[in-house]
């Protein structure tokens, strides 16, 4: 094992700080890192990107959040079902916490120490101890010599890879976040192991099926007086869906309700995922977990 950072120079050699080795294949799993838009001023003082904000030791006096998704949990859970985002809103404002949906930040400045202001482009301006800018994540790609080897990114510079996770350059695979395909740890390394099962091994067998992959967003409990849309099942009994909700198009499946723990959680999604599996011999079209 090298420990440094390494640099592809071509398909069969990676240079680790200075040292060159050869090797027959190759996996790139460089990951991901934080955005840091292009907003005026912010670079200009102590922002907190997700990586970062997990070392506050104190809860700040107030907190501004730039960004959706899970991390930021603003433009509720885009990627969830949209009666997820509607709970997650009902919590959040009986929490006394504010949200600027469709908002954009236009300008950050940082007046005093431990005073953040930010301008949207409605004009109206936010102050707050810290903020968090957690607007997604870019591939760690830059400065890895990956067109020394001819390896292919799509425009959002994520490494292509196709269901092998084979990338456009004989012999190199890339696994995980860098690949752009589905962010999570479980996704990345059920990735890793097909990329290193079929750079072992021919003919490729293994394919990813992002499809096939369950998630759940976990929250804290949202509590008893918190309205959570009423779920109805699909005629197998698998597919859970807000009660009026055409199946067809929203094959999101609930599998829990609030207060759920992380365990049991995971048990639902994993017992449901193989279930579904087993039913009939096919998988089922895509569906998500979401509590
Ligand atoms: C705040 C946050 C919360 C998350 N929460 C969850 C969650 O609850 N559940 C979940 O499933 N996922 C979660 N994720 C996503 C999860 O962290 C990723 O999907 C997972 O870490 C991807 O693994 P990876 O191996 O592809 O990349 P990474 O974990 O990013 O690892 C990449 C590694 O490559 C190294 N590297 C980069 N460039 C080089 C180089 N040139 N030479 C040598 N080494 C290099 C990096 O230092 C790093 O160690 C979260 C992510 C964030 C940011």
């Known amino acids: 094992m090298l420990e440094g950072r390494a640099r592809i120079r071509s398909e069969r050699r990676v240079e680790v700080d200075g040292t060159a080795i050869g090797a027959g294949r190759l996996i790139v799993a460089t990951g991901t890192k934080p955005v840091v838009p292009p907003i005026e001023g912010l670079a200009d003082g102590p922002f907190l990107p997700s990586e970062t904000v997990w070392d ?16 930021g949990c603003a433009r509720l859970l885009g990627k969830e079902e949209p009666a997820a985002s509607e709970v997650i809103a009902q919590v959040f404002k009986r929490d006394g916490i504010e949200l600027r949906l469709g908002a954009k930040a236009v300008r ?30 870019t591939p760690v790609t830059e400065g890895l010599g990956l067109e020394s080897a001819g390896v292919g990114r799509d425009e959002r510079g994520f490494i292509r890879t196709d269901e ?26 059920e990735m ?8 072992l091994r021919w003919p490729m067998r293994r394919r990813f099926r992002a499809e096939w992959t369950p998630w759940v967003t976990f929250t804290r409990d949202i509590g008893e007086d918190t309205t959570v849309p009423e779920l109805t099942a699909s005629a197998d009994g698998l597919h859970w869906h807000p009660a009026g909700a055409d199946a067809a198009t929203s094959p999101h499946m609930h599998l829990a309700g609030p207060g759920t723990s992380l365990r049991e959680g995971k048990r639902l999604a994993r017992e449901r995922f193989f279930t579904a599996r087993l039913a009939d011999g096919t998988l089922p079209q895509p569906y998500r977990c979401a509590i």
């Open 56 to 71: 506050l030791t104190r809860v700040p006096a107030s907190l501004l959040v730039l960004g959706g998704g899970p991390i």
């Open 108 to 137: 950050v400045r940082y007046p005093a120490p431990d005073t953040v202001r930010v301008e949207l482009d409605d004009g109206s301006i936010l102050d707050a101890q810290h903020l968090l800018v957690a607007v997604g994540p």
């Open 164 to 189: 092998r996770m084979a990338t456009s350059a004989r012999g190199v695979f890339a696994a995980g976040d860098v690949t752009g395909r589905l962010l999570f740890t479980h996704a990345a390394d």
């Open 192 to 199: 890793g192991r097909i990329a290193a099962g079929n750079a």
